[in-house]
């Protein structure tokens, strides 16, 4: 590979942990029972978007092939509504998750070379990896960065919320 292709790994793994970074501020800014409250009428709480956002980035271990989701019993988050879900969410305890999650994929990150990144992910087969390359590890980073960018700007209505207070 080239030092070009490395760059834009590395720029891509920089967003994403730039979005960490500013969800965990986020997360730290207000008192917990702010979290408690819906993002919007008939929406999800922050509480339970924390959830989902561990849920769903515990869920690259299997796709990279690092391993078993950390937090399994968090899974539920990843496909399910809040309406849908009984598991009692506690956020000091997701926030504690979050931080060891992102600490242990960032340091399996470090370890990958870009030829890691360019490879397919688990949940596509070698048969339709070669008709579409694109479908690689890389790619799911960059889906799931943008993913954590989506559900940010949902949490904005908290920080609105909470200053009216």
């Not at 999800?44 to 937090?71: C, K, Q, T, W």
């Not at 799911?140 to 919320?161: D, I, K, P, T």
Request: net charge negative.
């Amino acid at each position: 590979m080239n030092e070009q292709t490395t760059q834009v790994i590395q720029q891509i793994i920089t967003f994403w942990e730039a979005n960490n970074k500013n969800i965990t501020t986020f997360f730290n800014k207000h008192a917990d029972e702010v979290y408690a409250k819906q993002v919007a009428p008939g929406r999800n709480s922050g509480i339970y978007l924390m959830a989902h956002l561990v849920a769903v980035s515990d869920g690259l271990f299997p796709i990279f092939g690092l391993g078993e989701r950390l937090y399994p019993e968090l899974e539920v988050f990843a496909g399910e509504s809040e309406t849908n879900i009984t598991y009692p969410a506690n956020l000091t305890e997701l926030k504690a998750k979050w931080e060891a999650l992102n600490a242990k994929l960032a340091a399996e990150f470090a370890k990958q070379t870009p030829e890691w990144w360019l490879d397919r992910h688990l949940n596509v087969s070698e048969a339709d990896f070669a008709l579409e390359p694109h479908r690689n590890k890389l790619n799911v980073l960059l889906s799931r960065a943008s993913h954590e960018n989506y559900h940010r700007g949902q949490l904005v209505f908290l920080n609105e919320q909470s200053a009216s207070i």
